[in-house]
């Protein structure tokens, strides 16, 4: 094993948030800079434009030459953050990965996964007991099915005879004839309009 702890080791999470957001807020200063020189930029241009004196342009020229180039400058620098803060992230993520599993392996029941042989002979014995137990709820649904296929209703319940045929005609005729009463009554009331209106 290697004699020297590792300076990781004694890295805490709390150092690389503090790092972490060292960085956000000189990479925020940085771009609040950024945007005070474009509007300075935008500003000159604004004078340049309406400028008359060509000496005075060309000041103005000058002028945004070199904060165009202090604002390249300054995105160079923001870039380096950003890429530095992306990187403390990833070991942020690290330290944090590491002791959820630290604390994850050390649980009681983490530990019985370890035994590989119990395990597998746990998982088989579960399996045949699943196995088994669907075996009999298929074998009784296939009863079922066969029970019930086999099962003929009785016509004298719930079919229809010689009784049940004659009331249903009756109905039916009752039925023909009510709605055929109704329609000579609407008739008639439509002839009597009709002649009052004469």
């Given amino acids: 094993m290697w004699p020297f702890k590792s300076k990781y080791q004694k890295l805490t999470r709390e150092e690389v948030v503090d790092a972490i957001c060292q960085l956000d807020k000189q990479s ?3 771009e609040d800079g950024l945007l005070e020189k474009q509007n300075k930029v935008n500003e000159l241009m604004e004078k340049g434009r309406k400028e008359t004196d060509k000496a005075i342009k060309l000041l103005y020229a000058k002028k945004i030459n070199v ?3 202090e604002r390249e400058q300054d995105v160079q620098r ?4 950003l890429y530095n803060s992306q990187l403390l992230n990833r070991l942020k993520n690290a330290i944090d990965d590491n002791q959820f599993f630290k604390n994850n392996t050390k649980m009681p029941l983490n530990k019985l996964l370890s035994d590989q042989k119990g395990l597998a002979k746990f998982l088989n014995q579960a399996l ?3 196995i088994a137990a669907e075996d009999i709820l298929t074998d009784s649904d296939e ?12 016509e004298t319940i719930y079919g229809m ?3 049940d045929n004659a009331l249903l005609a009756m109905l039916e005729q009752e039925d023909q004839v009510a709605s055929e009463q109704e329609l000579y009554e609407v008739n008639e009331k439509q002839k009597n309009v009709e002649t009052k209106k004469e």
């Fill in 78 to 81: 923001i870039l380096y953050l």
């Fill in 143 to 154: 009863l079922f099915n066969a029970i019930e296929e086999s099962y003929e209703k009785n």
């Fill in 28 to 30: 925020q200063e940085l």
């Fill in 161 to 163: 005879n010689e009784q």
């Fill in 67 to 69: 904060l165009k180039k």
């Fill in 128 to 130: 045949n007991i699943r």
